[in-house]
Structure formats: C-alpha cells, structure tokens
C-alpha cells in the first residue's frame, strides 16, 4: 500500500478510536448538573468525511458519515442532548448539507453556515455561533477537527486528528 494509503488507514483508525473515547464520556457524563445541555460539532472530517480515498471495512467514505459520529450523536439524541452543527459551509450549501446530514441519519436541533461576506473570518464566525447557542444551551462539549472548532464555550472540547489540512 503507498503511503498515502497508510497515512489514511491511520486516520481511520485514529478517528474511530476517538470517537469511542467521546462516546464513554458522554455515558459517564452527569447530565443532570446542566440545564439544557448541548453538544457542537463541525462536519466536514468531524462527521461528513470528504478526504478522497478514505476507506472503513472496504467501503469509500467519502461524503459518508465518519464511523462514531452517528453513534454518539444517536447516544446524545436519545439522552434529550441538544445536537447542534456549525459548518464553514457556505450559506448556499444550506439544503444540501441538511440532506446530507438527515441522509446519513444525523438528528439534530440546528444547522449554522457560514456567510462568508459578513463573516470571512473562519474562528471568529465558529466562536459567535457557539456564544448564540449558549444563550440558550449549557454546551457540554464541541468536537471538531480545528483549533477554532473547539476553543471555546464549551465545557470538554474534542480535537478529531485531521492530518489533510488545517484552516
């Protein structure tokens, strides 16, 4: 196998280990000390793999859910969890993302895409998306695969390895 064959195999792996590590979190997470809880993820190589070539038990994920995702945003789902996406996503990819989502058996309680003429900064708009739903919500955790994903409001924040890319 070449090497970026092996670099994405790794990646795999790595990914679906974390995932389990979040998962026996979320089950030993004492749900009844926050009001409103609510978890945030980002999507693309967090929940919706889009890397060509990454393979799990032989089959193409690309534009697949990531094995572990759907499992613990089911886990989250059934404990009342409110499951929130922000994506840099642009606004015009809206419906698509939410079919892709819903297609991959995602529930969740809102979408945020970014608008990339008022908000061109990537960190910023994840950080004022994350302050809008703790208005409402206690954010439990956020998962995501960059720094700006995670970095705030949220109690446990969960760095997913990405070795493809960086924003």
């Known amino acids: 196998m070449d090497s ?5 195999k790794k990646y795999m792996k ?3 280990a974390q995932y389990f ?3 026996k979190f979320f089950m030993l997470y004492d749900w009844k ?4 809880p609510a978890v945030v993820l980002d999507i693309d190589e967090t929940t919706i793999c889009n890397i060509p070539g990454v393979r799990y038990k032989g089959q193409s994920l690309q534009g697949r859910a990531i094995p572990g995702a759907l499992a613990v945003v089911d886990y989250l789902n059934k ?4 499951v929130f996406f922000i ?7 809206k419906e698509h993302t939410t079919r892709q989502l819903f297609a991959e058996g995602f529930r ?3 979408v945020f895409h970014q608008n990339r003429q008022k908000q061109p900064d990537y960190a910023t708009y994840k950080r004022q998306a994350r302050e809008l739903i703790a208005t409402h ?3 439990v955790a956020c998962i995501g695969d960059q720094v700006a994903d995670v970095n705030s409001h949220c109690e446990a924040a969960f760095l997913i390895v990405n070795p493809f890319y960086r924003v």
């Open 4 to 8: 970026s064959g092996e670099v994405k």
């Open 14 to 16: 790595q990914v679906h």
């Open 21 to 23: 590590d979040i998962l």
């Open 33 to 36: 000390r926050v009001p409103n």
């Open 79 to 82: 404990r009342g969890v409110a």
């Open 87 to 93: 994506t840099a996503r642009p606004r015009e990819s």
């Open 108 to 110: 969740f309680k809102g």
């Open 137 to 139: 919500h206690t954010i």
